[in-house]
DNA sequence: TTGTACGCGTTATCAT
DNA sequence: ATGATAACGCGTACAA
């Protein structure tokens, strides 16, 4: 068993309030007793027991996350981050990566405070919807709109960010490369954002422009961008790729064939984490960063916490970063 | 607030105490009163307050793992099997990815009953151990020998099981694919176990045939594979490679440069996982297969939890799984 | 300034 | 078969 505050006031010879008293620093206990206390409580290694705290306040200061998918490596520095925030407000962030129902229970039953939710798809939301959950819950990247209290990110509008800067600075043939298959339904929202923002700028879209990388790992852009660049003629003047490891392999083929960036060819890539160190080339990159994300969620987490209260859905906006992977096209194909 | 037992007592128009006799199943509780108390227990959304009973029984049937390099994919499987076995023993995982010092901290203040710390170095264990932990901590895959509980898995003796065997079947100039930068220690067994058995062997080992693939991803399995390739003679006759994602690589070479495997070169790959899945041909393994790290590790938490008492380090012995990609060698290069 | 007593939700022991 | 009560470790209102 561990040392209890009953310990260390047998050892100091005062009662245990006073020890309790001591350790939270409170006005109430003079100076050198709390002096003494607090010394003794080091020296045995006091560790409160957070357990009995937590039964009389109510309050475990500790964040539930809930993490089903810890395979894949996305938000993982989200994640990080917002932990990192969430010690510094002295909260203590706890994972658990069973399947979201049994991840809700278990929070409740630990009494923690706010419980955060990464990624999940609607459906697995709604069969956890009957449990009702006595903690507040708020959602992270959910893959469909959402009734629920959420935050997330505008990918499509990201990307109609980048095709509405590429158009202004003169480009007119953009290349959208990303993992269309069905199950990527974040990628998909990228996707659409293209779409649209060409449709919107009458631009024409054909599959010489519309690239599926069928994966999302470097080496999937990287063969990719390899065959794209082995066409005669390069038929884009611009690209725009939907993830930061798509745009790793895009570069090394860039270098590879010496493709120069930007004078021969535009890029912007999808991106949250802006830290594409040991790259050749610092590019352009369109996204929410992923400090403003963590920002955000942190403290819509301590709101939910003291208000008990959400207000519904946050959407993030994207923004622009320049860098110099994008340069003006002056070219004859400008209509 | 949550509902309590008393709530439910209230409803049942008996004690409280009769409620959680009930609740756990007692066989002091007449069956329709059980029946009842169960009902209502449901129709309130009761969740038993874990908090207040793990003070009382001093067992919180709560394991910690101690998870700080969340953004590294490898043991996530691992982790993923290890949650499933002890939810099985009705066992709650709870994950924790602050460094370890503090980490074990909060597990000793929500007072779980074991800790699992993952793929720590030394210095870093070093500067935890001067907390004394009520809590018993195993140890998975730390980089260097050690004094503490640990679980780990003989890299070096995976690879000599690999070397032994394509000699066995006539192989003399092995190649070895790895990284061999000093941060990955991990790796470094590997490439020791290669050395040794090769000089146990007195075959020789020379630059062309130490291939260091510099990263771990596919794509530098993929281009170290291809730059091998391009040799006139291919300078091997089989190939060990240190990792999965390496291997991925390496076949995508293959595949793409017509290298035949097992025909034109044999390859043994370094595995715990056993999955690969979508791959063209199933390569022959070597390497604890995860499964049975798994419940190693979970067999020793139970163990730990209830003897409270640690018999030292358990190094599991790595196996050879066969598959067709090897072939005996009957070139004239054998000595 | 310090100590006493009660309560948090649960389990366990002892009476009834 | 059921109920009353102590105890777990801590925080706090109140008494000293």
Redesign the interface.
């Known amino acids: ?2 040392i209890t505050i009953k310990d260390i006031a047998k050892q100091a010879g005062v009662s245990y309030s006073t020890v309790s008293k001591a350790l939270r620093n409170s006005p109430l206990v003079k100076e050198p007793t709390k002096k003494k206390i607090i010394r003794i409580a080091e020296q045995l ?1 006091y ?6 705290r ?2 009389v306040q ?1 309050k ?1 200061y500790t964040v539930g996350v809930v ?1 089903p998918t ?2 894949r ?1 996305a938000p ?2 989200l ?2 981050i917002i ?1 990192e925030q969430l ?1 510094e407000h002295s909260y ?7 399947k979201l129902e049994s991840a809700i ?2 929070f ?4 923690v405070d706010a419980i955060l939710v990464f990624g999940e798809n609607k459906d697995e939301i709604d069969k956890s919807k009957h ?2 959950s ?1 903690v507040p819950i708020l959602y992270y990247g959910i893959k469909e709109d959402s009734v629920y209290p959420t935050i997330d990110v505008n990918r499509r509008l990201a990307i109609k960010l980048a095709v509405d800067y590429l158009f202004k600075i003169g480009h007119r043939n953009i290349a959208f490369f990303g993992d269309l298959s069905e199950t990527e339904s974040l990628q998909k929202q990228k996707y659409l954002g293209y779409k649209e923002a060409m449709e919107e700028r009458n631009l024409s879209i054909n599959n010489q422009l519309i690239i599926p990388t069928n994966g999302l ?3 999937d852009g ?1 063969l990719a961008a390899k065959s794209f660049f082995s066409n005669k003629k390069i038929p884009a003047t611009a690209i725009i790729s939907g993830s930061y490891d798509l745009t790793r ?1 895009i570069l ?1 083929a860039t270098t590879e064939l010496k493709v120069q960036i930007p004078e021969k060819i535009s890029l912007i890539s999808y991106d949250n984490i802006q830290q594409f160190e040991n790259i050749e080339i610092q590019p352009t990159t369109v996204g929410v960063p992923i400090n403003r994300i963590a920002k955000r969620i942190t403290e819509t987490l301590l709101e939910i916490i003291s208000s008990e209260e959400l207000n519904n859905s946050i959407i993030l906006d994207p923004e622009l970063s320049l860098f110099d992977s994008c340069k003006e096209n002056t070219e004859e194909s400008q209509v």
Chains 1, 2 share one sequence.
């Open positions: 068993m561990g290694g560790q409160p027991n957070i357990v009995a937590s039964l109510k475990s993490w810890i395979e490596v993982s520095k994640i990080t932990n010690e203590t962030t706890l994972l658990s990566i069973n229970k278990t409740n039953r630990l009494q449990i009702n006595t790992e470097l080496y990287y392999g090394r």
